[in-house]
T-cell receptor
Framework: QKEVEQNSGPLSVPEGAIASLNCTYS??????FFWYRQYSGKSPELIMF????GDKEDGRFTAQLNKASQYVSLLIRDSQPSDSATYLC???????????FGRGTSLIVHP | DAGITQSPRYKITETGRQVTLMCHQT?????MFWYRQDLGHGLRLIYY???????DKGEVPDGYVVSRSKTENFPLTLESATRSQTSVYFC???????????FGDGTRLSIL
């Protein structure tokens, strides 16, 4: 059974700091990796996706993928209180269009 | 406006009633999905569809029925609602080819 593990948190960081969110997975065939942000009472919103090992940057967000160690991370630089939300990690195996979601990590950015 | 829309946004009904949640997308995405989200369980896949007239069960399909006669619509029906089906329901779509899913705003369903 495919598993996606995330620390439920909450992860609390001060405003302006770097928030590091981690996700580990069990399926070595995973090929597509996604990070979603979900505000309380709202739907998941895509932040980033990554397919290749290494880093992918988009503004204040950086996704890091290490397939050998089976983890994917999301770094948020210069964290803002508006970044406070639950972050969902999702992945998809090659040949499948059905993603597996983690349960999410709650992030709190305090002023 | 382009995108994926769900209706209604909120629904209260009674046990035993039939209720249908609507999902409509304007992107012509091939793939569509229904999830429920409950505290302690995260997102759980109910049903999914690869194209019109092709549907399949997900992780928690019992008590639900879907249809997809047109690419853009993917309604979810609770044939005889139970209290355990009180949840937030999300519809999602994707074009395929490894592209990410995009979610609708959700329907908050309460069954009394």
């Amino acid at each position: 059974q495919k598993e996606v593990e995330q620390n439920s948190g909450p992860l609390s960081v001060p405003e302006g700091a770097i928030a590091s969110l981690n996700c580990t997975y069990s399926d070595q065939g995973s090929q597509s990796f996604f990070w979603y942000r979900q505000y309380s009472g709202k739907s998941p919103e895509l932040i980033m996706f990554i397919y290749s090992n290494g880093d992918k940057e988009d503004g204040r967000f950086t996704a890091q993928l290490n397939k050998a160690s089976q983890y994917v991370s999301l770094l948020i630089r210069d964290s803002q209180p508006s970044d406070s939300a639950t972050y969902l990690c999702a992945l998809r195996s090659g040949g499948s269009y059905i993603p597996t979601f983690g349960r999410g990590t709650s992030l709190i950015v305090h002023p | 406006d382009a995108g994926i829309t769900q209706s209604p946004r909120y629904k209260i009904t009674e046990t035993g009633r039939q209720v249908t949640l609507m999902c409509h997308q304007t992107w012509s995405h091939s793939y569509m999905f229904w999830y429920r989200q409950d505290l302690g369980h995260g997102l759980r896949l109910i049903y999914y569809s690869a194209a019109a007239d092709i549907t399949d069960k997900g992780e928690v399909p019992d008590g639900y029925v879907v249809s997809r006669s047109k690419t853009e619509n993917f309604p979810l029906t609770l044939e005889s609602a139970t209290r355990s089906q009180t949840s937030v329901y999300f519809c999602a779509s994707e074009p395929g080819g490894g592209q990410p899913q995009h979610f609708g705003d959700g329907t908050r369903l309460s069954i009394l």
